[in-house]
């Protein structure tokens, strides 16, 4: 008869066993993109977030692609004015991770991206992802526009 050992969740440092999500927050003045706003084809941004945990911040990942046919993601209450529906040509898409240092539990982003000149304006969404040292995982799903 095999014995088979499944480590459960780990322990925070005061041995508490980390069960809380990771969260991400856009509510501050200097945070971007927020729903709703415009990135401009051709100029680099700033995405800037404040990432925290009870414990320990893992990683984060961001993916931008289109919304042409206005499919939802949004994490967010308010909505925004969206275009007509349209078939993508030459769509923005952008999967990165960046990363987080070792062993925090906040980390305020500010990694600096572009959106090339020659990618079709529209709806895109702005996908943010973030899992702690546990595997916890939350998403926050913001619309924005690309001109």
């Not at 927050?25 to 729903?35: G, H, I, L, M, T």
């Not at 977030?49 to 994490?75: A, C, E, P, Q, Y």
């Not at 539990?105 to 529209?122: C, H, K, M, N």
Request: aromatic share 8%; glycine share 6%; with cysteine.
């Amino acid at each position: 008869m095999a014995a088979l050992g499944v480590s459960g969740c780990s322990k925070d440092d005061d041995g508490a066993v980390d069960t809380e999500y990771p969260v991400i927050n856009v509510d501050f003045a200097e945070a971007f993109p927020k729903q709703c706003s415009v990135l401009k084809r051709g100029q680099p941004f700033t995405f800037r977030t404040l990432l925290t945990d009870n414990v320990r911040l893992g990683s984060v990942s961001v993916d931008i692609h289109h919304n042409f046919d206005h499919h939802t993601h949004s994490t967010e209450v308010i909505e925004c004015t969206m275009q007509a529906v349209k078939r993508p040509v030459n769509p923005f898409l952008l999967i990165k991770s960046f990363p987080i240092p070792e062993g925090v539990r906040e980390y305020q982003t500010a990694f600096e991206l572009s959106i090339p000149a020659d990618v079709d304006p529209g709806d895109y969404h702005f996908m943010i992802r973030l899992t702690d040292q546990e595997g916890w995982q939350t998403v926050k799903g913001l619309s924005i526009k690309i001109e």
